[in-house]
Structures are given as C-alpha cells and as structure tokens.
Nanobody, 115 residues
Framework: QVQVLESGGGLVQSGDSLRLSCTAS????????VGWYRQAPGKEREWVGS???????NHPTSVKGRFTLSRNNALKTVNLQMNSLKIEDTGVYYC?????????WGQGTQVTVST
C-alpha cells in the first residue's frame, strides 16, 4: 500500500521561509515524478512545482524564484523550500507521486502566511 505524507506546514509571517517535506512508502520512489500543489479556501487546486526522477524541477511563474524543489532518492524525500512567502501563498499543500500510470496523493499540510 502506497502512503504519501507531507510535513512542515505552519503559521509564518509574510517574508518568512518554510520548508515542506514529502515522503512516500510502498512505491518506487526513484522512478517517480513528484509534484506539489496547493489549494486556498474557495479556490481550485493549483500546481506549484514538479521534480522529475533525475532532479530536474519546474515551477509556475507565480512561485518561480521563491520556491525550490529538491529530492533525495536515498531518503525517499522531496523538499519544497519556500522563501519570501506572501499572504497569497496560504493554503493546504499537497504532494503527488506519479509512477507510470499511477498517481498518489497525501493528505496535505496547512501553510498560513500572515501579515
């Protein structure tokens, strides 16, 4: 059974940094593409970045230059480093693992950015 677990969320102030982590068990981590998404209250889920199994990452314009993805295949962990956080970054952040035709989601971790 595949389990995906996010951690590292919390309450921070505008301009602060936060690092989220995602781990997965029961899946071939090294072959997986890992994506991070977020969902603010009343809004649709939004993509904030993906990292391929070879370490190449991409982010949307809204977070590029502030958010950075990294992965450690030995530890089966993907980290999302978020700097210069803004109020609009508030939301539940979800991790998604894709391996072949399969896709697995975690339960999410709350990030709240205040003034």
């Amino acid at each position: 059974q595949v389990q995906v677990l996010e951690s590292g969320g919390g309450l921070v102030q505008s301009g602060d940094s936060l690092r989220l982590s995602c781990t997965a068990s029961g899946t071939d981590f090294s072959r997986s593409t890992v994506g991070w998404y977020r969902q603010a209250p009343g809004k649709e889920r939004e993509w904030v970045g993906s990292i391929l199994n070879d370490g190449r990452a991409n982010h949307p314009t809204s977070v590029k230059g502030r958010f950075t993805l990294s992965r450690n295949n030995a530890l089966k962990t993907v980290n999302l480093q978020m700097n210069s956080l803004k109020i609009e970054d508030t939301g539940v952040y979800y991790c998604n693992f894709k391996t072949g035709a399969y896709s697995y989601w975690g339960q999410g971790t709350q990030v709240t950015v205040s003034t």
